[in-house]
């Protein structure tokens, strides 16, 4: 028995992942094992998994096939012995000092969940600094500032979980934005979060991956993610409703941005239907605090075309490309 599970499910990562496996070992809280599940990589990330675990005897390394992040995770969910899990993705890296500051969190407040702030890494750019806060909510608290996306945010891998919350909840096979859909039936089974947004994980943008690539129909399930989750919240109280009713037109935002960007307006038979729900959601969208100015102008234009939407939109990306460049 230890302390906390580390899971890393790995598949073609060769270039990443001595950096993130480093990252883990030199860890100033050791008590630890860490799961490297390699899902079928044909590179040789599999082989360098098993290099550490000789090195190691805090490494378990398991070969399974090919089935997706998801499935990965959940491989290591099966095995993991420790009383608290965490997960980090294979192509990422974290501070030394992650793990000790989310655990020691999540004692002192006999929290189910403790979260830490993320670093944005793009190559050849110094990641951006935030504000640091400390809070200690409750679910719907934490559920209210997850919708919101700007203080914490529902990627997986900046948190370290209380084993009980995965005693039967596991991530959803075949799903683009499986953090997404399964934020909310984590949260439900915590009474406890803590939150210290000093930033320990470091989040790689590669040029290949999955949150740098261009448009692609699998973008859509975000939008049906957090759909879902505001049917599953629904009621709770006017705060988490409208929350909930934010996030939903953020997520449209956030495909639609995609779209323009990819100059895929007219081939993509739903952005009718995104634009249609965004014009239908105009005032809701204006008076809503959440959203920024920049967004507020950019939906007012939509209210006129599309074409007049993706200028600064456009703008915007050319910017964020030339700084990541």
């Known amino acids: 028995m230890c302390e906390i599970s580390i899971i890393v499910p790995v598949y073609n990562v060769e270039k990443y992942l001595r950096k993130c496996v480093d990252s883990i070992l030199a860890q100033t809280f050791t008590d630890f094992e860490l799961i490297l599940v390699d899902d079928g990589s044909p590179d040789n990330s599999g082989a360098i998994c098993d290099q550490y675990a000789e090195k190691d005897s805090r490494i378990k390394v398991i070969h399974k096939e090919n089935g997706g992040l998801s499935d990965a995770r959940n491989a290591g969910i099966e095995v993991a012995k420790g009383k608290y899990l965490g997960f980090i993705d294979s192509d990422d890296y974290i501070a030394d000092d992650m793990y000790e500051l989310l655990y020691n969190n999540i004692i002192k407040e006999k929290a189910d969940l403790s979260i830490c702030g993320i670093y944005h890494v793009y190559e050849g750019k110094e990641p951006e600094r935030k504000i640091e806060k400390y809070m200690v909510l409750n679910r719907d608290e934490a559920t209210v500032l997850i919708f919101h996306g700007n203080q914490i945010s529902d990627h997986a891998v900046n948190k370290l979980y209380s084993r009980s919350i995965f005693s039967e909840l596991r991530y959803p096979l075949g799903k683009y934005h499986e953090d997404s859909f399964?934020?909310?039936?984590?949260?439900?089974?915590?009474?406890?979060?803590?939150?210290?947004?000093?930033?320990?994980?470091?989040?790689?943008?590669?040029?290949?991956?999955?949150?740098?690539?261009?448009?692609?129909?699998?973008?859509?399930?975000?939008?049906?993610?957090?759909?879902?989750?505001?049917?599953?919240?629904?009621?709770?109280?006017?705060?988490?409703?409208?929350?909930?009713?934010?996030?939903?037109?953020?997520?449209?935002?956030?495909?639609?941005?995609?779209?323009?960007?990819?100059?895929?307006?007219?081939?993509?038979?739903?952005?009718?239907?995104?634009?249609?729900?965004?014009?239908?959601?105009?005032?809701?969208?204006?008076?809503?605090?959440?959203?920024?100015?920049?967004?507020k102008i950019s939906m007012s234009l939509l209210m006129v075309s599309v074409s007049l939407y993706k200028i600064p939109s456009r703008i915007k990306n050319n910017l964020i490309n030339k700084k990541n460049r």
């Open 182 to 295: 399964t934020i909310v039936g984590i949260l439900d089974q915590c009474e406890k979060v803590v939150v210290d947004t000093k930033q320990k994980y470091y989040y790689y943008h590669r040029d290949d991956s999955i949150t740098s690539q261009t448009f692609s129909q699998k973008h859509l399930e975000y939008i049906t993610a957090w759909e879902q989750n505001e049917q599953k919240v629904l009621g709770r109280s006017k705060e988490i409703d409208e929350a909930a009713h934010q996030r939903v037109c953020f997520a449209n935002f956030l495909v639609l941005d995609k779209i323009v960007n990819a100059d895929m307006e007219k081939k993509v038979p739903e952005t009718k239907t995104i634009v249609s729900y965004l014009k239908a959601n105009y005032m809701f969208i204006m008076k809503n605090s959440v959203f920024t100015r920049n967004r």
